[in-house]
Structure formats: C-alpha cells, structure tokens
C-alpha cells in the first residue's frame, strides 16, 4: 500500500479545483443559505479536541432549527441526549467546528466552518422551544466559511432513493445494545425501550 504524504502527490491524483470551485468560499451568509437553514432539519457537527481526537455528532430538529442572528453567526439548539457530550467538550478546548446542513431529498449540501462556544439560558433559547422543551444551552457559531457541496456522494451512495434502502441488513438497535452496550438487559426490555415510546421521550 503506498501511502500519501505530500500535497504534491495529492495533487497529482486528484488535481487542481477549477477556479469556480476554489472561490466558491465566502465568510457570510447569502439570502440563499438562510433558505436552506430555514429548510434544514438535520446536521453534522465535527470537533476536535485540544490534541486532534475528532467527533462528529448529527444534529436534528424541525426544519429551521438553526437561528440565524446576524449573516455571520448561527446558533443550534441543544436538545437531551445520552449526557456524553463529546462535541461539547471539544469546544471548550478547541472553538473550531465543522457543519454540514442536509435537506432530505436534495444531494447538495451546505457546509459551515466556524469558531464556536456555548451558551446558556439566553432569551433567544425563546425562539427554540419545540413541543414546549425550552433548551438550557446552544451552540454559537461564528461563521468563517461557508459554501455548497455537489451532490455526487448522494447520488453514488443512493441515499434518498427508497428502492435502494434496507435497514434491516444491520442488527437491530436492541440487538446492538444487548450485544456490546446492556448485556445484562432482556431482549424484550431492550426492544420496548427502543420501541414508539422512544420517539415519544424526545423533548423530555
């Protein structure tokens, strides 16, 4: 296996961007990426600790989740979760973060990069109340780029495309929790826990 290490190598594999694409980064938000915020439900954010150990942890909500405050700084809701809080950690250490805004359906992306902090009790968390869950904190990004990505990873990966879909070909999420999380746990536990009155416990 021969390995990569050097730009110039890089470059000989996979090119040079043309011009459009190398100066398609802008530092604020255009009236057209408040729209896709605004139809937005799902997004990834990418951390890294103080020694470069990274985190990805997907984001979601209703469409329009993200609020935009000035063209040049969002914040995302935080909503309860399994109380790790890796990406969270991260920030208080390293402010850098990584976004990447998906509309279901749609190929194209749009991604966010940024220096972030959290936040606490603020009266915008007013704005953020879904099924009457009022956030105790957000994530605060100030936006240093932002672009669109091509859908070419969608449309290789079939991902929207239903015909293409087959969850069950992984374990179950009871199976995965008794297998390596719960082994103590029953079966039957496990799949009522992850059953509808998982969905229903969202907003508690």
Same mark, same amino acid.
């Given at each position: ?5 050097? @730009? %110039?190598?890089?470059?000989? /594999? ?10 398609? &980064? ?14 937005s439900p799902f997004c990834l954010v990418a951390t890294s600790d103080s020694d470069g150990n990274l985190d990805v942890s997907p984001k979601g909500d209703p469409?329009?989740?993200?609020? &935009?405050?000035?063209?040049?700084? *969002?914040?995302? +809701? ?7 809080? %890796?990406?969270? @950690? ?5 402010? @850098? &973060? ?5 509309? +279901? ?13 959290? &936040?606490? %009790? ?10 009457? @869950? ?8 100030? /936006?240093?780029?932002?672009? #669109? ?12 495309? +239903? ?12 199976? *995965? ?16 826990? #992850? ?7 969202? #907003?508690?």
């Amino acid at each position: 296996m021969q390995r990569i290490t050097t @730009h %110039d190598e890089l470059r000989e /594999i996979i090119g040079t961007p043309i011009p459009r694409v190398a100066a398609k &980064v802008r530092r604020a938000l255009h009236d057209l990426d408040r729209d896709w915020l605004a139809a937005s439900p799902f997004c990834l954010v990418a951390t890294s600790d103080s020694d470069g150990n990274l985190d990805v942890s997907p984001k979601g909500d209703p469409p329009g989740f993200t609020l &935009v405050l000035d063209p040049a700084t *969002i914040a995302i +809701p935080e909503r309860s979760g399994n109380r790790r809080a %890796d990406g969270f @950690h991260n920030i208080v250490d390293n402010p @850098h &973060v990584g976004l990447i805004y998906m509309i +279901p359906g749609r190929g194209d992306t749009l991604r966010i990069n940024g220096r972030a902090c959290l &936040v606490r %009790d603020d009266d915008l968390f007013d704005r953020m109340v879904v099924h009457r @869950h009022r956030p105790e904190m957000a994530l605060l990004v100030e /936006i240093e780029e932002v672009f #669109y990505h091509c859908s070419k990873a969608f449309l290789r990966s079939r991902l929207w495309e +239903p015909a293409s879909w087959s969850p069950s070909d992984a374990p179950s999420r009871p199976v *995965i929790a008794k297998t390596i999380e719960q082994p103590q746990a029953s079966m039957a536990a496990l799949e009522e826990y #992850y059953g509808p009155a998982y969905a229903a416990k969202l #907003y508690e």
